[in-house]
């Protein structure tokens, strides 16, 4: 499984962003994809997952601000952020998780910059 993703870039405080990312290669086996993200300095968190039948969670900094959706048939996930903060800023990665493989495969990153 690859992946490949898009949306990231520059916004201010309050503003939003749309990340997207679409899976290629054994799509059929991915059960489930979500966003992570990464500060300097931190590790890498959950923002957001989704399963293949739609069963979404949050971490708390992103309920009700982040909504995160699934097209199956297009193998994409999108990750719409509003009212994002600076704390938001991180590098955000893709991931898909897989039935045939214990790790996710992870995409490359995409920058998340937001200014106050």
């Known amino acids: 499984v690859q992946l490949q993703a898009s949306g990231g870039g520059l916004v201010q405080a309050g503003g939003s962003l749309r990340l997207s990312c679409t899976a290629y290669?054994?799509?059929?086996?991915?059960?489930?994809m979500g966003w992570y993200r990464q500060a300097p300095g931190n590790q890498r968190d959950m923002v957001a997952r989704?399963?293949?039948?739609?069963?979404?969670e949050y971490s708390d900094s992103a309920k009700g601000r982040f909504t995160i959706s699934i097209d199956n048939d297009k193998s994409t996930v999108e990750l719409q952020m509003n009212s994002l903060k600076p704390e938001d800023t991180a590098v955000y990665y893709c991931?898909?998780?897989?039935?045939?493989?214990?790790?996710?495969?992870w995409g490359p990153g995409t920058q998340v910059t937001v200014s106050s």
């Open positions: 991931s898909a998780n897989s039935d045939y493989s214990i790790h996710p495969y």
């Open positions: 290669g054994n799509i059929f086996s991915i059960n489930a």
């Open positions: 989704i399963t293949h039948d739609g069963r979404a």
